[in-house]
C-alpha cells in the first residue's frame, strides 16, 4: 500500500504560479512512476505531467512550457511547479503513484485560477 499526500492548492490569479507537492508513505520502492492528474467540472480525469524513477518526464500538450514536474527520492516527494497559469488549469489536481500492480491516489487539491 501507499498513501499519497497532495498539498498547496489554492487561488491563484491568471499568470501566476502555484506548486504542488505529494508525499509518499508505504510501500514506496514499489513506486516506479509518479504523475499528476487534474479534473476539471464537467470533464474526464486528464493526465498532466509524470515523472519515472529514472527521471524521464512526460506532459500534455496543453502545460508544455509551463509546468514542471520534478521528485525529491531523499523526501520520498513529488513537486509540480506550475506557472503562467490560465483559466483552462483551474481543476483538483491528484497526485498518483505507479506501482507494477496498481496506481494510488491522493485526495486531491483544489486549484482555481481567477481571470
Known amino acids: 500500500q501507499v498513501q499519497l499526500v497532495e498539498s498547496g492548492g489554492g487561488l491563484v490569479q491568471a499568470g501566476g504560479s502555484v506548486r504542488l507537492s505529494c508525499v509518499a508513505s508505504?510501500?514506496?520502492?514499489?513506486?516506479?512512476?509518479m504523475a499528476w492528474h487534474r479534473q476539471a467540472p464537467g470533464k474526464q480525469r486528464e493526465l498532466v505531467a509524470s515523472i519515472t524513477i529514472g527521471g524521464s518526464t512526460y506532459y500534455t500538450d496543453s502545460v508544455k512550457g509551463r509546468f514542471t514536474i520534478s521528485r525529491d527520492n531523499d523526501k520520498n516527494t513529488a513537486y509540480l511547479q506550475m506557472d503562467s497559469l490560465k483559466s483552462a488549469d483551474t481543476a483538483v489536481y491528484y497526485c498518483?503513484?505507479?506501482?507494477?500492480?496498481?496506481?494510488?491516489w491522493g485526495q486531491g487539491t483544489q486549484v482555481t485560477v481567477s481571470s
Open positions: 508505504g510501500d514506496i520502492f514499489d513506486i516506479t512512476a
Open positions: 498518483g503513484a505507479m506501482t507494477r500492480i496498481t496506481w494510488y
